[in-house]
């Protein structure tokens, strides 16, 4: 008699319709050993003010100008941008088609968060976190707005483990004279599920009456997959370890309730809500291990805000949606590595989601530094 499929047991692929790819899920791997690389502890104990930092207010950078002395978020062109503004010079003559040359232009921006040198956003109020997604909006605005930009990337890098240089709380804004690799992927796929026929759902619907992909997912999640993926979800948005989840902690953040194409179409009401579900998503990121949780977090959106109201709507296919892809896998010290199978063959993951968002809902909403002091 053949063995009854067991998921949290067995081997087996899961498909992820953003990237048209696939991930190995393995769960039987999650009781090897461990003799690996063990990482340093992350840092969880920094001063309020560090006089060496070049984010703290009234320092002065590295580039040698100077920050000024900001009570709430401070925002400033980034002093070694990997873009430059355009115009760009001409594409060379490629020696070979095989070989091709594309100028990009833009601009990078920094976001400091606070002016505490010691507080991430799962330590900010909510109204911190509030100023946060309005400089979000504006710069999105501001960088979408202008010629010739493409794409705006609005992203974080935390903790050392994932190359962040300065442990000052903050973000970035990248621009693009181009739609970078994988939001153009997802765009496709989303545009393609939304030409597409699907059979009748309850879920919310994108421009025109058509069907959206993460609209879709969403419902399914919230309503009727038994919520076993769900880490927490509030009046707007939901938070998931996704179905095709590739980091161990992965986490999927999506309104659930409307179609959203960007930020910038967010009630007030969104955004409050979006501050409370950020705080509480990452309060459980750092109580999972005791840890200042190391993770990169990027927002998708649409590419470009729309720059009348005449303007195509095209392109509002897209739906807001960020991704948190943490690096920790067992303890605060030991990380999932991209190696061997994953960069020669498919991507591939030891415990499974369901497993992973189990272990997030059981963490407490209170921070475990504001715990300590109880």
């Not at 190995?24 to 009781?31: A, D, F, G, Q």
Request: negative net charge; glycine residues 4%.
């Amino acid at each position: 008699m053949a063995e009854i499929f067991d998921p949290s047991t067995h081997p087996h692929r899961r498909y992820n319709p953003l990237t048209n790819e696939h991930v190995i899920v393995s769960p039987h791997r999650n009781k090897r050993p461990w003799l690996g690389q063990v990482e340093p502890p992350q840092n969880g104990k920094l001063p309020q003010y560090d006089p060496a930092c070049y984010l703290c207010p009234g320092n002065t950078r590295a580039g040698g100008k100077k920050t000024e002395v900001y009570e709430h978020t401070y925002i400033f062109e980034n002093d070694y941008a990997a873009v430059l503004p355009p115009p760009m010079p001409e594409a060379p003559v490629n020696p070979h088609h095989l070989l091709t040359t594309e100028p990009i232009g833009g601009d990078c921006d920094v976001l400091i968060f606070h002016p505490r040198h010691d507080l991430t956003i799962p330590r900010l109020l909510i109204e911190d976190i509030e100023r946060i997604i309005e400089e979000w909006i504006k710069i999105y605005v501001r960088r979408g707005s202008e010629e010739g930009i493409k794409h705006v990337q609005i992203f974080e890098n935390k903790g050392a483990m994932m190359g962040c240089s300065n442990p000052h709380p903050h973000g970035q804004i990248w621009s693009f004279t181009n739609v970078p690799t994988l939001p153009a992927h997802e765009m496709a796929n989303l545009i393609d599920y939304s030409n597409s026929v699907h059979p009748p759902s309850d879920a919310p619907r994108g421009p025109h009456g058509k069907p959206c992909l993460l609209c879709e997912y969403a419902h399914t999640e919230v309503n009727i997959s038994g919520a076993d993926r769900v880490v927490v979800k509030n009046d707007h948005w939901v938070a998931v370890v996704p179905w095709w989840a590739y980091w161990p902690f992965e986490i999927l953040l999506l309104p659930y309730r409307r179609h959203i194409p960007s930020i910038l179409h967010l009630t007030p009401e969104e955004k409050t809500s979006f501050a409370d579900i950020l705080s509480n998503i990452t309060k459980r990121y750092d109580n999972l291990f005791s840890c200042s949780f190391a993770y990169s977090m990027g927002i998708h959106q649409r590419p470009i805000p729309l720059s009348s109201p005449e303007e195509t709507d095209e392109d509002d296919v897209a739906h807001l949606h960020l991704h948190f892809s943490p690096p920790l896998l067992r303890s605060a010290t030991v990380k999932k590595f991209m190696a061997g199978i994953e960069l020669m063959a498919e991507s591939q993951r030891d415990i499974t989601p369901e497993q992973a968002a189990q272990r997030l809902r059981e963490c407490s909403e209170i921070h475990y530094m504001d715990a300590a002091k109880e």
